[in-house]
């Protein structure tokens, strides 16, 4: 059940979530998530900080932006993110080496959407 999009991320929607309340690049997503590295080496995780994490989507790595607008609200995707829709070949601390691909299961909680411009 593993999809892959032109820009190479690898995907797998465990739970498609609420079709009707999907993330958009500009709004901004309320998640659950665990980030491992290929070999399993866990590097962040929002359940083991015991709160959600919030974030826009343009504000954060490629894949992310990417992968979170495939599932609804409600919904659990897991990513494969190679490194260039990661953090390329920057290392990010002691616990993300360069270069790195990373796996998140991600599980998005609500969908905040962005504030319509006034005309």
């Given amino acids: 059940g593993v999809q ?3 820009s190479g991320l690898q995907y797998k929607i465990e739970n498609p979530g609420n079709a ?3 993330a958009t ?3 901004t997503v309320e998640v659950h998530y665990v980030g491992t590295l290929l070999d399993g080496t866990k590097f962040d995780s ?4 015991g709160e959600t994490a919030k974030f826009p989507l343009n504000r954060v790595i490629k894949g ?4 979170m607008q495939l599932v609804g ?3 659990k995707i897991t990513l494969w993110v190679p490194y260039e829709l990661g953090y390329g070949p920057r290392a990010m601390g002691p616990d ?3 270069y790195s691909t990373l796996i998140f299961e991600v599980e998005l909680v609500k969908v905040y959407k962005a504030a319509e411009e006034k005309k």
Avoid at 46 to 49: E, M
Avoid at 64 to 67: A, Q, V
């Fill in 73 to 75: 609200e409600g919904g």
């Fill in 46 to 49: 929002s359940y083991d900080r």
């Fill in 25 to 27: 690049a500009q709004d």
């Fill in 64 to 67: 992310w932006t990417e992968g």
């Fill in 20 to 22: 009707e309340i999907m």
């Fill in 96 to 98: 993300l080496p360069a």
């Fill in 4 to 6: 892959s999009s032109e």
